[in-house]
Structure formats: C-alpha cells, structure tokens
C-alpha cells in the first residue's frame, strides 16, 4: 500500500496570508490526525477528523481549521498566519475503528515558513 | 491530563554501546505506548507499541516494555548502529479519546563510528 502523502512538501507564505494544506491517508483508513512540531513545543495535537466529522480537537485557535472528504482525503487551512506559525506540518493516518488506540502512519510533512 | 516524560538530549554514543532512553507517562485508564523515530527530513515512523501491561514491544533490535507499576516503557538496544541517528518519541494514547497521541519532546541520538 502507498504510505501517507502529504502536499506540498514545502511552503513560504507572508504574514496575514492563508495557507491549505493537504493529506492522502493510506487506503482503507478512515482517520486522519493533523500534528504541528516546532523546536520549541515539540509535537502538539491540532485536530483529528472520521468519516468527515472532527472527532477531537487540540488547543489551537481558530485561525486553524480543517476538513475530511468522502474519500478521506484531508486538508487543513491557516489563515492570517503569523511567524510563530513556522513549523513542520504533520499528518497521521490510522483505521480509526475501535475502543483501543490505533497506530498512527505519518506522512513526510510539509514545511511551513512564515516570512 | 495525560502526558509523557521523555530523557533529555542529545545522547552521543559509540558504535555497538548500549542504549536506554528513558520514558515515563501520566494518564487516566489504560492508554496503548508507542516509540517513534524520525530520521532527519522524514516523517516519524512506527518503532514499536504495547497496548496493555507487561507487553513487550520489539522491533529491529529495539525493545520496550510497558511497566504499569512504574509508569514507563524505556527504549533500549544492546548494540546500536550508526544508522539508528535519529530522532526517538515516547507517545500514548488513551481509549476513547478519539485516537488523540501525546507526544513526549524527543531524544536525539547520534551514533559515532
């Protein structure tokens, strides 16, 4: 199976811009969880979403949001960025079924730099 | 609310030295336990998991088992290599949480020749 995509690779956007970001999971699974790492906070939870609904949210603001497609796909968006938006955008597929937590498959990221 | 505590980097070692990274978690139930690695511009990668108490995870030469009465589950692997360079995360998830991971802040390690 083809692993988790991620696109693009790598973004530069201005303060008070909007960005999308996008994210194929891997076939069959229905669950697609978004991740922001930076140096400084590590890996911190933004949002998950299954079978279109958003199942559990991190504690962003609302400047973050996202969305899940029929077919699964997901795609996150940013708006009125600011610097400290700078990070590596990570997203994470699993079956999502069940009581007990599923193993996560990450993409490779996409690079946000906010100038 | 549910966390994990991650040792301290960087760790430098030598070729074939053993290694321990320390993990220890705070949470409310039974949560499942993963290591990631992340080598240097790729994402992270499934290490190894345990889902309930006194399971061992192993992969690769890496083992961790999930300690209950300790809240733990230390990495470690008898002889590493120069290729196990890499980034290592401890993360839990609890049930019924929406498959929400808490990650701990990483331990770089680098394995010298």
């Known amino acids: 199976k083809a692993g988790v995509t991620q696109t693009p690779r790598y973004l530069i956007k201005t303060r008070g811009q909007q960005v999308t970001l996008s994210c194929s999971p891997i076939?069959?699974?229905?669950?697609v969880s978004w991740y922001q790492q930076t140096p400084g906070q590590g890996l911190q939870f933004l949002f998950e979403?299954?079978?279109?609904?958003?199942?559990n949210k991190g504690n962003f603001p609302g400047r973050f949001s996202g969305r899940q497609f029929s077919n699964s796909r997901s795609e996150m968006n940013v708006s009125t960025l600011e610097l400290g938006d700078s990070a590596l955008y990570l997203c994470?597929?699993?079956?999502?079924?069940?009581?007990?937590?599923?193993?996560?498959?990450f993409g490779p990221g996409t690079r946000l730099t906010v100038l | 609310g549910d966390s994990v505590t991650q040792m301290e980097g960087p760790v430098t070692l030598s070729e074939e030295a053993f290694l321990t990274i320390n993990c220890t978690y705070t949470?409310?139930?039974?949560?499942?336990l993963f290591w990631y690695v992340q080598y240097p511009g790729e994402g992270l990668q499934l290490l190894l998991k345990?889902?309930?108490?006194?399971d061992k995870g192993s992969n690769k030469g890496f083992e961790a088992t999930y300690r209950k009465e300790t809240t733990s589950f230390h990495l470690e692997k008898g002889s590493v290599q120069v290729s196990d360079s890499a980034v290592y995360f401890c993360?839990?998830?609890?049930?019924?949480?929406?498959?929400?991971?808490?990650f701990g802040t990483g331990t770089s390690l680098t394995v010298i020749p």
């Open positions: 994470a597929s699993s079956e999502g079924l069940g009581v007990v937590p599923d193993t996560q498959y």
């Open positions: 076939s069959g699974h229905r669950s």
């Open positions: 979403y299954f079978s279109e609904t958003q199942r």
């Open positions: 949470a409310t139930g039974y949560p499942s």
């Open positions: 345990a889902t309930k108490a006194d």
């Open positions: 993360a839990l998830s609890a049930p019924n949480t929406g498959n929400q991971f808490y």
